[in-house]
Nanobody, 120 residues
Framework: QVQVVESGGGLVQPGASLRLSCTAS????????VGWYRQAPGNQREWVAS???????NYADSVQDRFDISRDDAKNAVYLQMNSLKPEDTGVYYC??????????????WGQGTQVTVSS
């Protein structure tokens, strides 16, 4: 079984900051969080940021220079530091984790999501 757990969402005013956390665990394999997605009401889920095992980061244009993704391998965790938040950043943020088992294709799992609301 693979478990992906996000935390850190909340209600903030425009211009504020939030830090999301994600951890992953799995049995009989290696689970590792690799990125963040978000879904606003009525919209499809969209990619926000990702980080490779080598620490290479990539961001959607809409969050470039405001968000920062990082990892802590000792804790098997990935973080998303969100600064200068805007109302359009509102949505449910999901962590995506990869699960690797010897001899099997890589699979991906989602967490339950954490709500981020940016409103005055």
């Amino acid at each position: 079984q693979v478990q992906v757990v996000e935390s850190g969402g909340g209600l903030v005013q425009p211009g504020a900051s939030l830090r999301l956390s994600c951890t992953a665990s799995g049995s009989r394999g290696s689970a590792k969080p690799v990125g963040w997605y978000r879904q606003a009401p009525g919209n499809q889920r969209e990619w926000v940021a990702s980080i490779t095992s080598g620490g290479v980061t990539n961001y959607a244009d809409s969050v470039q220079d405001r968000f920062d993704i990082s990892r802590d391998d000792a804790k098997n965790a990935v973080y998303l530091q969100m600064n200068s938040l805007k109302p359009e950043d509102t949505g449910v943020y999901y962590c995506r984790a990869q699960f690797v088992q010897l001899g099997r294709p890589v699979r991906y799992y989602w967490g339950q999501g954490t709500q981020v609301t940016v409103s005055s």
